[in-house]
């Protein structure tokens, strides 16, 4: 399967703390992608990133990417209860993207 | 907000009967996909189109249909429903490959 890992399959912190959760792949790629899902809904575009780029910003998000190692962490800093939700890194070619099981993200208030 | 728009939201149907999943999009996106999601698991491919009369079978075996007439578009038809078909369908489309558009998913059950 060319699909990924997300790591961990659960996260559960506290308001305020910061959430990372990780992604590996297995094949070269042209960008990684990652979105949140809220429990039952379609899935929300949240950054990309380029083969060419290590990090990216976007808000309370930071992403990085390592193709040497096949892998990109997504950062939420400051972490809200609203960010309760499902993480999915998707990747692949301009054409077809794969995504992972995902990362299941409690904010306990 | 998305601009694309799937339904049914909800479906509850019976073994046998025929259905058809509607899913259009207001954005002029060529590339769009159906991906199969069990609850809290992966998302799986199993149609995609890059364009009218566009329409290819993904990574994971569906015995569901797929058509592509207008570029807006792309329903998914199940000839027979049966209860391994109970699943989340989820639509989305893409201008450039560079970020999906996803629908808010229909959820099928068949009984």
């Known amino acids: 399967s060319q699909q990924g890992e997300e790591d961990p399959q659960a996260l559960s912190i506290q308001e305020g703390e910061n959430a990372t959760m990780n992604c590996s792949y297995k094949t070269s790629i042209n960008n990684l992608q990652w979105y949140r899902q809220n429990s039952g809904r379609g899935l929300v575009h949240l950054i990309l990133i380029r083969s060419n780029e290590r990090e990216k910003h976007s808000g309370r998000l930071r992403v990085t990417l390592d193709t040497s190692k096949k892998s990109s962490s997504l950062l939420i800093t400051a972490s809200r209860a609203a960010d309760t939700a499902s993480y999915f890194c998707?990747?692949?070619?301009?054409?077809?993207?794969?995504f992972g099981s995902g990362t299941k993200l409690n904010v306990k208030p | 907000e998305a601009d694309i728009y799937q339904t049914p939201r909800y479906l509850v149907i019976g073994t046998g009967k025929k259905i058809t999943l509607e899913c259009s999009q207001t954005?002029?996106?060529?590339?769009m996909y159906w991906y199969q999601q069990d609850p809290g698991m992966e998302l799986h491919l199993i149609h995609y189109s890059y364009g009218v009369n566009s329409t290819e079978k993904g990574d994971l075996s569906s015995e569901s249909t797929v058509s592509r007439i207008r570029t807006e578009h792309f329903p998914l038809t199940l000839e027979s429903a049966r209860p391994s078909h109970t699943s989340q369908y989820l639509c989305a489309s893409s201008e450039s490959g560079e970020g999906y558009t996803f629908g808010s998913g229909t959820r099928l059950t068949v009984v």
């Open positions: 954005m002029g996106h060529d590339k």
């Open positions: 998707a990747q692949g070619n301009f054409n077809k993207f794969y």
